[in-house]
C-alpha cells in the first residue's frame, strides 16, 4: 500500500544587518540605485549576512562595500521581521557610532543625512516603513 507524503516546502529567510550612522542629530540612508530591486527608495546601509559570518562581520563588510569606510560595530538596537512574498526577511539594526575613512556613495544613486523628521518623509522599502516608529524611538 503507497502512502502519499505530503512534503510541506519551508519558507525562505534572508538575515539582513542594517547600520544605524549617526552624526548631530541625523541618521545615514542610501537611495537605492536605478536597476536594482526597489529603486529610488531610501534604506539604512546594510545587506545580507553571508555564510559563515557573525552579523557584525557582516554590517562591517557591508559599510566597506557600500560606503567605503572601516566602521566599528555597535550594539544591536532592534529585530525585526517582513515578508516579501514567501520570502521572509530578518532584520537586525546595529549602532555605528564609529569609523574610519570618509563616506562616499559607492553603490547607492545618493547618501544623505537625514533629522528623525526628514525620515519620516522619505520613500522608504515597506520593510522599513512598517517598523519606522521602532527606528525613530531608537534614534
Known amino acids: 500500500m503507497a502512502v502519499n507524503k505530503v512534503v510541506k516546502k519551508r519558507n525562505v529567510w534572508i538575515p539582513v544587518v542594517a547600520g544605524l550612522i549617526r552624526r548631530q542629530g541625523k541618521v545615514l540612508v542610501g537611495q537605492r540605485p536605478e536597476g536594482a530591486s526597489l529603486a529610488g527608495t531610501w534604506e539604512f546601509p546594510g545587506g545580507k549576512i553571508e555564510l559563515s559570518e557573525s552579523p557584525e562581520e557582516a554590517l562591517a563588510r557591508e559599510l566597506k562595500e557600500e560606503l567605503g569606510v572601516d566602521a566599528e560595530i555597535g550594539p544591536l538596537k532592534f529585530v525585526a521581521t517582513h515578508t516579501y512574498g514567501k520570502t521572509g526577511i530578518l532584520f537586525l539594526f546595529y549602532d555605528v557610532k564609529f569609523w574610519k575613512g570618509q563616506i562616499k556613495t559607492q553603490q547607492h544613486?545618493?547618501?544623505?543625512w537625514v533629522?528623525?523628521?526628514?525620515?519620516?518623509?522619505l520613500e522608504l522599502p515597506e520593510a522599513n516603513s512598517k517598523f519606522l516608529k521602532q527606528i525613530l524611538e531608537v534614534l
Do not use: M, V, Y
Not at 544613486?109 to 544623505?112: E, F, H, K
Not at 533629522?115 to 518623509?121: A, I
Open 109 to 112: 544613486l545618493d547618501l544623505r
Open 115 to 121: 533629522t528623525p523628521k526628514e525620515l519620516e518623509k
